[in-house]
Nanobody
């Protein structure tokens, strides 16, 4: 069984930065595609960023391109989301997701495993 646990959320002023982390338990992490999604208050969950199993390919949602960077460290079974130049519209609960396979995928139904989420609040 694979478990994903996010951390790093918090309150930050607009223009600031945060780095989210997601640690995976389970022996097959290195063969997993991983992603970040978010759900803002009163909105549907939306794709943020994804990375393939090798870490060589990433894809980003248009609203975060150029500001967010996703990476992975297979040695520690972690993925990261570096968020810079944060805006109030980035306020959301951020979820880490993973699935066996190469990826990266941008549709939430492609992912088998989900974390509980970490809350990010950006004050303007």
């Amino acid at each position: 069984q694979v478990q994903l646990t996010e951390s790093g959320g918090g309150l930050v002023q607009a223009g600031g930065s945060l780095r989210l982390s997601c640690v995976a338990s389970g022996r097959f992490f290195t063969r997993f595609a991983m992603a970040w999604f978010r759900r803002a208050p009163a909105k549907e969950r939306e794709f943020v960023a994804a990375i393939n199993w090798s870490g060589e390919e990433t894809v980003y949602a248009d609203p975060v391109k150029g500001r967010f960077t996703m990476s992975r460290d297979s040695g520690t079974d972690k993925v990261y989301l570096q968020m810079n130049s944060l805006k109030s519209e980035d306020t959301a609960v951020y979820y880490c997701a993973g699935s066996r396979g190469s990826g990266p995928w941008i549709v939430d139904t492609d992912y088998e495993y989900w974390g509980q989420g970490t809350e990010v609040t950006v004050s303007s």
